[in-house]
C-alpha cells in the first residue's frame, strides 16, 4: 500500500521555483532517505509533504486519499481545515532543532499531544509513552526538562513523541545535523529498530553515510527535480546520473 502519493508537484517563492514537477510515492514500511545540495528543495518537498507548506501545483495523498481536491497539474486546493487535522495523524514529524516544549518535563512532552489534542485516555497514553522511552533510552530521564538532555537526548524523545500518537509514518528534516557524530550513532540504532519494526520513513539528511545506512531507497534531488533514485548501493555507491556523481565526488 502507498502510504503517501506526491504527483507533478510544484512549488515556488516568488520567482524561485523550489519544486519543479516533483513525483514520488513511499511504500508501507520503506524507508526513503532525500539527498542533495543545499538549496536544493529537500525541506520544500518535506514541507509541502507534511502540509506545513502548501504547493502551488500537484496532487498530496495520504494512503490512497487525497489531500488536495485538485485536477493534476491545476492550481491546488486543500481539503477542508477538519479534513486536513485528520489527515495530519497519518504522519509524525521531527526536526533538526528538536521543537521540544522546554517548560514541560519529557514524560509531558511525550503525552501533551495524545491526551489533549487526540483526546485518548491518560493512563494508556502515561503507559505507552512510558514503553516508547525505554524503547529509546530515556527511561530513566522521564521527569527531566529538556534543557537538562543532550542534543541527541532530545533527538530522541522527539522522535518518542512523534511516535505516541501512533502515526502511519515518519518524517524527519535533518534529524542529526545539530548532532555530532557519536549522538548520531544513537539516532541511527533508533532509527534501524524502528525500521525492523517496519515503520514508514522520509528522512531528509545531509549525511550520506547515515542515508546509506538506514534507508531502503535514496532519492537524489538537485534544483528542485529527483534526479535518480534507487537502492542505496546503486544511487551512493554507483551513481548513473552525472549530477549525482559530482556531489558525491564533491563530498568524498
Ligand atoms: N519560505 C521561503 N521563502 C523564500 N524562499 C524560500 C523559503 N523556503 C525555502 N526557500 C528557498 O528555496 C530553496 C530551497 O530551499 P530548501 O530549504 O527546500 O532546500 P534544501 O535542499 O532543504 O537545503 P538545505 O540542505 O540547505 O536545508 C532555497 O533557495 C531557499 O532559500
Known amino acids: 500500500m502507498k502510504l503517501l502519493e506526491m504527483k507533478h508537484v510544484g512549488k515556488s517563492f ?7 514537477d516533483i513525483s514520488m510515492e513511499v ?17 520544500t518537498l518535506l514541507r509541502c509533504a507534511t502540509l506545513l507548506e502548501t504547493m502551488d501545483k500537484g496532487v498530496l495523498k495520504y494512503c490512497g486519499e487525497a489531500a488536495t481536491d485538485n485536477a493534476e ?12 487535522a485528520q489527515l ?11 521543537n521540544l516544549f522546554p517548560h514541560y518535563s519529557v514524560l509531558k512532552n511525550v503525552t501533551d499531544a495524545p491526551i489533549h489534542v487526540q483526546k485518548r485516555d491518560r493512563d494508556e497514553v502515561y503507559k505507552e509513552a512510558r514503553e516508547l522511552l525505554r524503547k529509546v533510552g530515556l527511561a530513566e530521564k522521564e521527569n527531566s526538562y529538556p534543557g537538562q538532555l543532550s542534543g541527541g537526548q532530545q533527538q530522541r524523545v522527539a522522535i518518542a ?5 501512533n502515526p502511519k509514518m515518519l518524517f524527519f528534516d535533518e ?15 533508533v532509527l534501524r529498530e524502528l525500521a525492523q519494526e517496519k515503520m514508514t520513513m522520509v528522512i531528509v539528511t545531509h549525511e550520506i553515510a547515515f542515508a546509506r545506512k538506514v534507508a531502503d531507497r535514496v532519492i537524489f534531488m538537485d534544483s528542485g527535480v529527483i534526479v535518480e533514485q534507487g ?12 549530477r549525482t556523481k559530482a556531489f558525491l565526488q564533491k563530498l568524498s
Open 27 to 43: 511504500e508501507e514500511g520503506e524507508v526513503v532517505a532525500i539527498i542533495g545540495p543545499s538549496g536544493s528543495g529537500k525541506s
Open 175 to 189: 534529524p542529526t545535523s545539530a548532532l555530532d557524530p557519536e549522538i548520531t550513532a544513537g539516532i541511527l540504532k
Open 88 to 98: 495530519k495523524n497519518n504522519f509524525g514529524l521531527v526536526f533538526q532543532n528538536f
Open 161 to 165: 513523541r512523534a511516535l505516541a500518537m
Open 73 to 84: 497539474r491545476e492550481a491546488t486546493h486543500y481539503v477542508s481545515r477538519q479534513q486536513l
Open 14 to 20: 516568488g520567482e524561485l521555483e523550489v519544486l519543479k
Open 231 to 242: 537502492k542505496p548501493e546503486d544511487v551512493i555507491d554507483n551513481p548513473d546520473n552525472e
